[in-house]
């Protein structure tokens, strides 16, 4: 039912080879594509059998698909806007529209998850007839389908490094496991029988908890990244070993990275010789800044600040 991961991108080697290829527009957006795709066929098949198999879990199921399609529209629009050049009121570019994206998306999680838990409580309360058997199937080919988009887009948000992107992953696989409590609970309402009618509302229930838990998985990444958090432990690493490798550079001191949407912006000081010229001070600095902007596409900006080495 939820499209949610937690959004901890781990920086190991072949995250940091990612880098080194920066996605088209066309490649950023084909999980997108393919999500809005997915959620808005699971929707409408889970809401009429919903409807049509007297089952409100797999209603409240539908939902959430429906809530998702939104919430992948903003995504959409935010990557977008994140592509936008930087101009004279956004020097540092458009890409903290991401994580500010993402944050949006966790507050309609949370709505979603009150709703469906306030309508559980009274189908609980109040039980109807258990639903039909070919229920089972629908839920069935459900969890199958998100598990499937799920790998796909997974794959497209670690490539890039695109939070929004690995959000809408993670949603994806909350989808499949909150499916599961959805199957379970008709399960039981229809092999109980008579007096097991409430197991719908309670497997609807137990997905809303599934929805508030994702939620707060969203939210941590998303309020790291505005925070700027220091997250990028190896694309420090590697910027230090390029700039190692560059002629004049003694040592590098401070190596400072902000996340902004799928690029990044990095302060970095450096030791030079400390009897150098001033202008043979700043030809270092920009071809260290031009290596590093060659070898890690992935960089926006590095601003250098020169030291004399002691």
């Known amino acids: 039912m939820t499209n949610v991961i937690p959004f901890f991108l781990l920086f190991n080697e072949t995250y940091i080879h990612n880098l080194m290829t920066l996605p088209s527009e066309k490649e950023a957006l084909r999980p997108v594509y393919l999500s ?5 066929s699971l929707a409408i098949i889970k809401g009429a059998a919903g409807f049509l198999g007297n089952s409100y879990a797999l209603i409240a199921d539908a939902i959430e698909s429906t809530c998702d399609i939104f919430s992948t529209l903003l995504i959409l629009l ?40 306030i309508q559980s409580i009274h189908h609980i309360r109040v039980p109807n007839t258990a639903p039909q058997p070919y229920t089972l199937a629908v ?6 389908m998100k598990e499937i988009i799920h790998r796909i887009v997974i794959s497209y948000g670690k490539r890039f490094g695109s939070t929004s992107i690995s959000a809408d992953a993670r949603h994806h696989r909350s989808d499949a496991i909150t499916s599961i409590c959805v199957f379970t609970g008709i399960f039981i ?10 197991a719908d509302g309670w497997a609807a229930l137990v997905a809303s908890l599934f929805i508030y838990y994702n939620s707060y998985l969203i939210f941590r990444p998303a309020v790291e990244e ?18 190692a490798k560059v002629e004049g550079v003694v040592d590098t001191e401070k190596c400072l990275v902000r996340k902004s949407g799928m690029k990044f912006n990095v302060d970095l000081h450096i030791t030079v010789d400390a009897g150098i010229s001033v202008k043979k001070g700043h030809e270092i600095a920009h071809h260290l800044k031009d290596a590093l902007l060659k070898q890690i596409p992935q960089l926006a900006d590095v601003l250098i600040h020169i030291e004399p080495d002691k």
Not at 36 to 40: D, F, P, R, S, T
Not at 99 to 116: E, K, Q
């Open 36 to 40: 809005i795709a997915g959620n808005a």
């Open 78 to 117: 935010g990557l977008k806007y994140a592509r936008i050049p930087p101009d004279k009121n956004h020097p540092y570019g458009h890409g903290k529209v991401e994580p500010i994206i993402t944050f949006i998306i966790g507050c309609v999680l949370v709505a979603s998850a009150t709703a469906i838990a």
């Open 139 to 144: 839920i069935g080919v459900a969890i199958i």
């Open 189 to 198: 309402a229809i092999a109980g029988g008579k007096g097991y009618e409430s």
């Open 226 to 243: 505005i925070m700027d958090e220091q997250l990028y432990d190896e694309l420090v690493l590697k910027i230090r070993n390029l700039s």
